[in-house]
């Protein structure tokens, strides 16, 4: 298992916000001992050079060799947070994403490599199952936008 840890300087990121029905698509976030700490929904980190949408559609490919399509305009967080003792600053645009009809059909989660080669998984969860287990839905705040939407 690889230790993560914020960089020192601000990240600009995409996400993409994939349902199923009325369970959202989300990858899981460990803390250093694999536990799980909580979960985020799928994508990355802006390129230089790179618009957000780009972003957004290249990691899908990369982490799922799918081709998505943003079908929304995007929420926009600003989220500073702690991560096993060291503060991350990051700005993210979250934005509803289409997969190609039939993708992952009849699979409850999806196993990817990040860049770094570490496998995540990925699974669908309700908000309403996830605040029945206490299980924090990241960037802080997200699970209140999503509610009110």
């Known amino acids: ?6 960089p020192s300087g601000i990240r600009v990121k995409a996400l993409g916000l994939h349902w199923r029905n009325d369970a959202l698509l989300v990858m899981d976030v460990l803390d250093d001992a694999g536990n799980l700490k909580g979960v985020r929904p799928l994508g990355g980190t802006v390129e230089f050079g790179e618009t957000w949408q780009v972003t957004l559609v290249r990691e899908f490919k990369e982490e799922l060799d799918i081709d998505v399509q943003i079908t929304g305009a995007p929420m926009v ?5 702690t991560h096993e003792g060291s503060v991350g600053h990051e700005v993210l645009f979250l934005a509803d994403v289409a997969f190609p009809k039939g993708a992952f059909e009849g699979q409850k989660e999806l196993i990817f490599a990040e860049d770094s080669g570490e496998l995540c998984r990925a699974s669908w969860w ?10 924090p839905l990241y960037p802080d705040g997200l699970m209140d936008a999503l509610a009110k939407r």
């Not at 298992?1 to 914020?6: A, G, L, Q």
Request: hydrophobic residues 50%; negative net charge.
């Open 1 to 6: 298992m690889t230790v993560w840890r914020p």
């Open 77 to 81: 967080f600003e989220n500073i947070f």
């Open 126 to 135: 309700t908000l309403d199952d996830l605040k029945a287990q206490n299980i």
